[in-house]
């Protein structure tokens, strides 16, 4: 499995960004989802997932209330709407493919992982 994901850019304090990653060469139906984020503070922080019917999501602490998880298997891809967003999310944000259907905070259970995309919000 590739994953691209795309969607990070410059935003200030209060904006929204939407990320997506999307998968080629395998599709990741059958497969949860996860969003983690990168900065020189936290080596890996838990941002989200999904499982692969998209009926089961979770979200860290930091993020509940503003950040939004979904996935359209049709089109192989799962997306990230963050709102509301603050300096303390500026990081590189990476999506990763589970090993199982359903996903959890642990990113030992995430097998294939993308390049990654920054996220930057300016005070």
């Known amino acids: 499995v590739q994953l691209q994901a795309c969607g990070g850019g410059l935003v200030q304090t209060g904006g929204s960004l939407k990320l997506s990653c999307a998968a080629s060469k395998r599709p990741f139906s059958n497969n949860a989802v996860g969003w983690f984020r990168r900065t020189p503070e936290k080596e890996r922080e838990f941002v989200a997932q999904?499982?692969?019917?998209?009926?089961?999501?979770s979200y860290g602490d930091s993020v509940k209330g503003r950040f939004t998880i979904s996935r359209d298997n049709t089109k192989n891809t799962v997306y990230l709407q963050m709102n509301t967003l603050n300096p303390e999310d500026t990081a590189v944000y990476y999506c990763?493919?589970?090993?199982?259907?359903?996903?959890?905070?642990?990113?030992?259970?995430?097998?294939?992982w993308g390049q990654g995309t920054q996220v930057t919000v300016s005070s």
């Open positions: 990763a493919v589970s090993r199982t259907s359903y996903g959890s905070s642990d990113s030992r259970q995430y097998a294939y």
């Open positions: 999904i499982s692969w019917r998209g009926d089961i999501k």
